[in-house]
Nanobody, 128 residues
Framework: QVQLVESGGGLVQAGASLRLSCAAS????????MGWFRQAPGKERLFVSS????????YYAESVEGRATISRDNAKNTVYLQINNLKPEDTAVYYC?????????????????????WGQGTQVTVSS
């Protein structure tokens, strides 16, 4: 079992930066990959970024490529997502998720169905 708790969301102006955090507990953190997804009102949940167990294989969606950085601290059982130059279209609920059972590849990491555990989400609102 893995429990995930996100934090760091809020209301910001366009152009600002935010760092989201996701604290994990339960299963040993360094044994699974992690991902971030987001869901805007009335839209489907979309992949944002993911990172391998050791942190050496980050993936990003095109929508945040060049503006986002995912990282993890296995000693603190925490994964982070920093997004710079936020845009109104980044407004969404952001979820972290644990990729426990599958093989971590670029294709599979982008699929929400491959993740086994999810946090409750944190709201990010970007005003123009």
């Amino acid at each position: 079992q893995v429990q995930l708790v996100e934090s760091g969301g809020g209301l910001v102006q366009a152009g600002a930066s935010l760092r989201l955090s996701c604290a994990a507990s339960g299963r040993k953190f360094s044994t699974y990959a992690m991902g971030w997804f987001r869901q805007a009102p009335g839209k489907e949940r979309l992949f944002v970024s993911s990172i391998s167990r050791s942190g050496d294989k980050p993936y990003y969606a095109e929508s945040v490529e060049g503006r986002a950085t995912i990282s993890r601290d296995n000693a603190k059982n925490t994964v982070y997502l920093q997004i710079n130059n936020l845009k109104p279209e980044d407004t969404a609920v952001y979820y972290c998720a644990a990729f426990v059972g599958g093989v971590y590849t670029l294709v599979l990491a982008t699929l929400g169905t491959q993740y086994d555990y999810w946090g409750q989400g944190t709201q990010v609102t970007v005003s123009s």
